[in-house]
T-cell receptor, first 112, second 110 residues
Framework: SQTIHQWPATLVQPVGSPLSLECTVE??????LYWYRQAAGRGLQLLFYSVGIGQISSEVPQNLSASRPQDRQFILSSKKLLLSDSGFYLCAWRRQGAFEAFFGQGTRLTVV | DQQVKQNSPSLSVQEGRISILNCDYTNSMFDYFLWYKKYPAEGPTFLIS?????DKNEDGRFTVFLNKSAKHLSLHIVPSQPGDSAVYFCAAENTDKLIFGTGTRLQVFP
């Protein structure tokens, strides 16, 4: 069976500090990978998606970047966090050609 | 540019009655639609989906209706149960992207 791991579950970081959130998927190969953010009072905003190693599509211009160094690893990063980066970050995967996406448990990021 | 919209941020329904959650979209190229349920501090879980070539899909207490001409879909839950209380997101698929709406918080009270 397939599983998705996302860590850490919670994170408190000062403004200006770097960020690295990691997501890994097990039990499947060549998945589509996604990073979403749920900000307070808002829906799930698609930040980045990837259809293969090294292939990253950015949906929203922002202070964040994503990388996919391995087939089942997706990393969300920032060099300098802003207060507005606070939110609930979710990683998801989907089989190529399938419609249903499966989500990790999320990371609650608070920038102080 | 919000391509998928859920105009009702919240909905309160009595147990046993029908819950109707609505969703509107702007992109006619979407070819698949999904509904997800989300509890606080957890990732969303898949509920039900519908292809753009259909107008109805039913799974137990959950039915999704699609009106392509109106670019509108809805989720019906009947009968509603207290355990259905959660935030519901509609989502639309276009090529490799899955775009979510803003969510509707459903509360089912006894």
């Amino acid at each position: 069976s397939q599983t998705i791991h996302q860590w850490p579950a919670t994170l408190v970081q000062p403004v200006g500090s770097p960020l690295s959130l990691e997501c890994t998927v097990e039990g499947t190969s060549n998945p589509n990978l996604y990073w979403y953010r749920q900000a307070a009072g808002r829906g799930l905003q698609l930040l980045f998606y990837s259809v293969g190693i090294g292939q990253i599509s950015s949906e929203v211009p922002q202070n964040l970047s994503a990388s996919r160094p391995q087939d089942r690893q997706f990393i969300l990063s920032s060099k300098k966090l802003l207060l507005s980066d606070s939110g609930f970050y979710l990683c998801a995967w989907r089989r190529q050609g399938a419609f249903e996406a499966f989500f990790g448990q999320g990371t609650r990021l608070t920038v102080v | 540019d919000q391509q998928v919209k859920q105009n009702s941020p919240s909905l309160s329904v009595q147990e046993g009655r029908i819950s109707i959650l609505n969703c509107d979209y702007t992109n006619s190229m979407f070819d698949y639609f999904l509904w997800y349920k989300k509890y606080p501090a957890e990732g969303p879980t898949f509920l039900i989906s519908i292809s753009s070539i259909k107008d109805k899909n039913e799974d137990g207490r959950f039915t999704v209706f699609l009106n392509k001409s109106a670019k509108h879909l809805s989720l019906h839950i009947v009968p509603s149960q207290p355990g259905d209380s959660a935030v519901y997101f509609c989502a639309a698929e276009n090529t490799d992207k899955l775009i979510f709406g803003t969510g509707t918080r459903l509360q089912v009270f006894p």
